[in-house]
């Protein structure tokens, strides 16, 4: 087992990572934990894995309620958050209550919000199941759901007390979803960390092949890049980089999300072609060279994701991507490539230069 830690003073946490973990999940839960825990899954990741979760916490003495959501992006929206707030209510769990998410970044981020906002706050911890949580969505607090107008509008920061990712979960996972999460890997290395991005060239067969010594390297490394971005700008107020740099592929990808309609394609998958549309309009403000960009793509080919987004029209993209929460006193801010391996955010991209970068990356 690896144990990386998120350092944000006293609610410096850790995130656990290697095989197995889950089965000691409940022991350690039942350690750490206060004697109500309510678990937050959804129906395809609760038959699998909900009673190794439980059985133990059960054992220790600890009272569990759970909330079994439908799958998928849509069910991140009201409703939902209502069920859990109503379960919590109707089990009468108090203030010590601990809500556990168990499943991927829908449930992660939804069970989050519910424990941010249940009595002004409860405990919270996440236990990720799919690649793109484990890497990414179960670190750094960022909680909440969908609106209609606009992806991840609504929530609130708050940071759980352990990450526990389990990377036997991931025996389970549907290659698709596998490949969504490397979107988010790819990330960390295009963004800070180059000599990840080339390992990541060098390990991309052993990664789709499920490696369990790749997948724990990916894992880990991102976690770390994760947590340090973290723990220098927790709410994304640095005026120039820190958190914002997470963001990369995001303006566009959750335009692409929100403009066909949630749960069409993956995070991962929109986040794969909004990147190559933030890589081709770094090489239109001359920072990334045409090789770069080539060299993102094969990446992004590799991974089996996909590298041209929809074809809404430039201008429903920029409209969508006019709600982006990056967007300060009206100017929109990407996230774009200095070089690979160093992003920045950027506020000056003449608007002709955006559309013609989306009009190149789109069917
Ligand atoms: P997801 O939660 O929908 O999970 C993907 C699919 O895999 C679902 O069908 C789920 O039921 C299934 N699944 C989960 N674990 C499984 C397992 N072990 N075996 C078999 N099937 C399993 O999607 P996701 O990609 O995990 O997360 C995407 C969400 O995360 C988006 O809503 C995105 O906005 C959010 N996100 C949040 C952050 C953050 O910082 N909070 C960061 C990145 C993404
Ligand atoms: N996934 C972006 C962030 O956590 O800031």
């Not at 509008?153 to 990377?167: C, E």
Request: aromatic letters at 4%.
């Amino acid at each position: 087992m690896r144990e990386l830690n998120v350092a944000l003073g006293e609610r410096t946490y850790p995130i656990l990572i290697g095989p197995g973990l889950i089965d000691d999940a409940g022991k350690m839960l039942a350690r750490l934990a206060s004697p109500r825990v309510a678990v937050v899954s959804n129906e395809v990741v609760a038959p699998l894995y909900l009673e190794r979760l439980v059985r133990p916490l059960q054992e220790a003495g600890v009272r569990v309620c759970s909330v079994i959501l439908p799958d998928g992006e849509a069910t991140k929206q009201w409703d939902s958050l209502n069920r859990i707030h109503d379960t919590l209510l109707a089990e009468r769990c108090d203030r010590t209550t601990t809500v556990v998410a168990l499943g991927g970044g829908v449930i992660g981020d939804l069970a989050g919000f519910a424990a941010a906002t249940y009595q002004r706050g409860v405990p919270f911890i996440q236990v990720p199941t799919t690649l793109l949580a484990q890497v990414d969505s179960s670190v750094g607090g960022k909680t909440g759901i969908n609106h209609p107008r606009g992806k991840n509008m609504i929530g609130a920061f708050w940071q759980p007390r352990l990450v526990l990712a389990d990377t036997d979960t991931l025996k389970t996972l549907p290659d698709r979803e596998l490949s969504a999460g490397l979107a988010e890997v790819i990330k960390y290395g295009l963004i800070r960390d180059l000599p990840f991005l080339e390992w990541l060239e060098a390990h991309m067969d052993a990664l789709l092949a499920r490696d369990a010594a790749a997948l724990s390297h990916a894992i880990e490394r991102s976690c770390a890049n994760k947590a340090e971005v973290v723990a220098g700008d927790e709410l994304e107020t640095a005026k120039e980089g820190g958190r914002a740099l997470l963001n990369l592929g995001h303006t566009f990808g959750h335009a692409i999300e929100t403009g066909i309609g949630y749960g069409e394609w993956l995070h991962g998958e929109a986040v794969a072609a909004g990147t190559m549309m933030a890589a081709e309009l770094s090489r239109r403000l001359g920072w990334l060279a045409g090789s770069d960009v080539a060299r993102v793509r094969a990446l992004l080919n590799r991974a089996q994701l996909p590298v041209r987004g929809p074809a809404l029209g430039a201008d429903r993209y920029l409209e969508l991507m006019a709600h982006d929460k990056k967007v300060l006193a009206g100017r929109l801010r990407l996230v774009l490539l200095k070089r690979l391996g160093e992003a920045v955010t950027w506020a000056d991209t003449p608007p002709d230069e955006i559309r013609a970068a989306i009009d190149a990356c789109c069917e």
